[in-house]
């Protein structure tokens, strides 16, 4: 009885893990370099000197407001305002970008039919880099 269970156990693991093989070996990885991408986007140094511009009136706006209050509190708190919001403005103007990014990369992946893409400096080997690809699909957008 306990041969039968484990017999029974051992053909269970094996077709388990033959089955899990099959499903990896559909999968088609491809890599790209995300950073590659990002500063090769079209719009990226537009978007950097606006990101620069905002910043510096973000920091202007702190400075005004900062010689206008007489305690240390209440400057630290217009300068965490004022960062915070710099941020959430900086956020709103990357999206763009990302959204342009992940359009390209879905559909380069897709076009080459590769079910899974990876970051490529996350990955010690393997998968087909696709990063050229994306960055020019992303060049027809301009």
């Known amino acids: 009885m306990v041969r039968k269970l484990v017999l029974m156990f051992l053909v269970a693991v094996v077709c388990s893990v033959a089955f899990a093989g099959a499903a990896l070996a559909e999968e088609k990885i ?3 370099d995300p950073q590659k991408v990002l500063y090769s986007h079209p ?3 537009d978007t950097q000197k606006q990101i620069k511009a905002m910043m510096d009136k973000k920091q202007q706006e702190a ?3 900062m010689d ?3 305690t240390e509190d209440e400057q630290k708190r217009i ?3 004022k960062r915070q919001e710099a941020a959430i403005e900086e956020q709103k103007l990357m999206e763009v970008l990302f959204k342009d990014i992940d359009l390209a990369i879905r559909t380069v992946a897709q076009a080459k039919g590769f079910t ?3 970051d490529k ?3 010690f080997f393997g998968g087909t880099d ?3 690809d994306v960055i020019v699909e992303l060049s027809k957008k301009k």
């Open 30 to 32: 491809a890599i790209i």
């Open 116 to 118: 899974l893409v990876l």
């Open 121 to 123: 400096n996350q990955v």
């Open 43 to 45: 719009k990226f140094q």
């Open 63 to 65: 400075k005004m407001a």
């Open 79 to 81: 300068y965490m305002q």
């Open 130 to 132: 696709i990063t050229n």
């Open 68 to 70: 206008a209050v007489k």
